[in-house]
């Protein structure tokens, strides 16, 4: 197998039979309007990965791993569309995905259940689907006569690699996203000490994960891809040059994985590297020439050839404007509320406000389900979301989802109590239609009785067996600090001394103490087997 590194999550894996197109994103015109760009810049590589697809004899794949725009490139597929290739998809239970490929207009599209494999000439690729409501993504894994290409990209299934490799056998290379993607704290009214603050505990929790995955697997080499992006926004760009950040570039996971598991190689990437299962090395280093002195100019540079495209697309808003978009924007949010089937359990504020208002919002009065119109922001309990009109706008009239709006990061948040809640976070993300399965999906994960015993501290405790942020399964956890329980998936901490208590939301897994460990301190490791409980 010949693996192509295109950049960001995508990869070219080339057999003697098949072509494999890995989450392609190559399009100049970026993701989420324009907030998200490649880095360092791939385009140099649209073309000849699309000549490759037109004129290669062997049998080619495109498999898309979830819809964010970073991995579901609309722009390259329709490149593509009239050549015979196959497209691999996750069957989700929501088809934004399957129903965006369709409009694309490609003949053959295969739907992929979880554990699903596609027999290819001397060997199979195979997806994993992760399908939790709030988010939705998939891993793959090729093998190619008995060579193991694992890639999960931003799908945090580390609960599940131990059985990924007993089912498998040994992954020769592995890869998964090492870098943060989501709007906190980058978003948040913060001080900047409780900015750097929570950057770090985000980035250590991220990399302490991926060094555990790469501890259970084994692999010969792990490649660090799946960002970080680069934001070319003016409002955006300062983001790039953060002294502490969750956009973490890749010598700082090569760094910490190369200290911490000595029996795996690995390396930074640069678009157009080539990586041979022959030799089990690099055949091909290509060169990006960015210093860590020359970021500044480099991101400078890149944003200034990408400022026409990205001023078409930001316009101000007229203030008679912004009024009507207010409006509508509250009758969107009263059919989500509508859909929110556990209003009752919430006493807190939403309130969303457009960047051009000051001094009109609207405030969603989730326990008495009541929608109004507010001139001031509460002084407790609440959650605040200002953005831009012309973003609002563009969600109003379904030029990108509630979810793509809010990985545009062009938001500002706050809120009070300074907590994480699921549902909370869900609401504003979800399409209307799916505001009700979400609740439902966690409500179900909630009530799960399911239970199993852990050790932290030279004491045993009887836990719920999944975190009830999205079902992590606890069994692969880890001790932190004799006391804390760390879900494998997003690396939520429970306070098992205190009654399971999460550290950053109101969530538990109601941890009782059972007795005394057989060896004080001990602490099970991600992937040990755990007593499970009914």
Same mark, same amino acid.
């Given at each position: 197998m010949k693996l192509t590194y295109l950049g960001h999550a995508g990869f070219i894996a080339e057999t003697a039979a098949e072509v494999v197109v890995i989450?392609?994103?190559?399009?100049?015109?970026?993701?989420?309007?324009?907030?998200?760009?490649?880095?360092?810049?791939?385009?140099?590589?649209?073309?000849?990965?699309?000549?490759?697809?037109?004129?290669?004899?062997?049998?080619?794949?495109?498999?898309?791993?979830?819809?964010?725009?970073?991995?579901?490139?609309?722009?390259?597929?329709r490149q593509i569309t009239a050549c015979p290739v196959t497209l691999v998809i996750p069957n989700f239970r929501r088809k934004s995905l399957s129903d965006g490929i369709e409009a694309l207009g490609f003949e053959t599209v295969k739907l992929m259940e979880d554990n699903e494999k596609i027999p290819l000439q001397d060997g199979y690729l195979r997806v994993f689907v992760d399908d939790q409501e709030l988010n939705r993504d998939s891993a793959l894994l090729l093998n190619d006569a008995g060579f193991n290409f694992l890639d999960l990209n931003d799908c945090k299934i580390f609960d599940r690699v131990a059985r990924i490799t007993q089912d498998n056998g040994h992954i020769h290379v592995f890869t998964c996203q090492h870098s943060g993607a989501v709007w906190h704290p980058a978003c948040y009214d913060y001080e900047t000490a409780q900015y750097q603050k929570i950057a770090k505990s985000k980035l250590a929790g991220k990399f302490r994960a991926v060094a555990n995955a790469?501890?259970?697997?084994?692999?010969?080499?792990?490649?660090?891809?799946?960002?970080?992006?680069?934001?070319?926004?003016?409002?955006?760009?300062?983001?790039?040059?953060?002294?502490?950040?969750?956009?973490?570039?890749?010598?700082?996971?090569?760094?910490?994985?190369?200290?911490?598991?000595?029996?795996?190689?690995?390396?930074?990437?640069?678009?157009?590297?080539?990586?041979?299962?022959?030799?089990?090395?690099?055949?091909?280093?290509?060169?990006?020439?960015?210093?860590?002195?020359?970021?500044?100019?480099?991101?400078?540079?890149?944003?200034?050839?990408?400022? %026409?495209?990205?001023? +078409?697309?930001?316009?101000?808003?007229?203030? !008679?404007?912004?009024?009507?978009?207010? @409006? &509508? =924007?509250?009758?969107?949010?009263?059919?989500?509320?509508?859909?929110?089937?556990?209003?009752?359990?919430?006493?807190?504020?939403?309130?969303?406000?457009?960047? %051009?208002?000051?001094? +009109?919002?609207?405030?969603?009065?989730?326990? !008495?389900?009541?929608?109004?119109?507010? @001139? &001031? =922001?509460?002084?407790?309990?609440?959650?605040?979301?200002?953005?831009?009109?012309w973003e609002i706008e563009r969600v109003l009239n379904r030029d990108v989802t509630w979810e793509d709006f809010c990985l545009t990061f062009r938001v500002k948040l706050s809120r009070s109590p300074d907590t994480y809640d699921t549902l909370l976070q869900g609401f504003f993300q979800a399409e209307i239609k799916d505001v009700g399965p979400l609740c439902d999906r966690i409500l179900e994960i909630r009530n799960s009785t399911g239970r199993i015993t852990v050790e932290a501290g030279g004491c045993r405790y009887e836990i719920d067996a999944h975190c009830p942020h999205q079902g992590g399964d606890l069994q692969y956890g880890w001790v932190e600090e004799d006391r804390y329980w760390v879900c494998p998936r997003h690396r939520w901490k429970y306070d098992l001394a205190n009654g399971g208590r999460c550290i950053s939301s109101n969530d538990s897994i109601h941890a009782q103490r059972s007795g005394h460990a057989r060896k004080s301190g001990h602490a099970q490791k991600s992937g040990q087997k755990i007593t499970k409980q009914a």
């Open positions: 989450d392609p994103w190559l399009s100049p015109e970026g993701a989420f309007d324009m907030s998200w760009f490649q880095f360092p810049c791939n385009h140099h590589l649209l073309a000849p990965t699309v000549d490759l697809i037109k004129n290669t004899e062997k049998k080619v794949y495109v498999y898309i791993s979830h819809h964010h725009q970073d991995h579901f490139d609309r722009d390259f597929l790469i501890s259970t697997l084994r692999p010969d080499w792990y490649l660090p891809s799946a960002g970080p992006p680069c934001f070319l926004d003016p409002d955006l760009i300062h983001l790039n040059f953060q002294e502490i950040t969750t956009f973490t570039k890749q010598d700082k996971i090569v760094s910490y994985v190369s200290d911490r598991v000595k029996d795996t190689k690995t390396r930074e990437l640069n678009p157009g590297d080539i990586f041979d299962s022959q030799v089990l090395d690099f055949t091909h280093r290509a060169q990006n020439g960015i210093t860590a002195a020359g970021l500044r100019p480099y991101i400078e540079a890149y944003a200034a050839r990408c400022c %026409e495209g990205i001023e +078409r697309l930001r316009k101000s808003t007229p203030g !008679e404007r912004c009024i009507d978009i207010l @409006d &509508r =924007l509250a009758q969107e949010l009263r059919l989500k509320l509508d859909e929110f089937r556990v209003r009752e359990d919430y006493d807190i504020r939403l309130v969303f406000g457009l960047l %051009e208002l000051p001094d +009109r919002f609207v405030s969603l009065d989730l326990r !008495e389900n009541r929608v109004t119109f507010v @001139d &001031r =922001l509460p002084e407790s309990k609440y959650f605040v979301l200002m953005a831009p009109a």
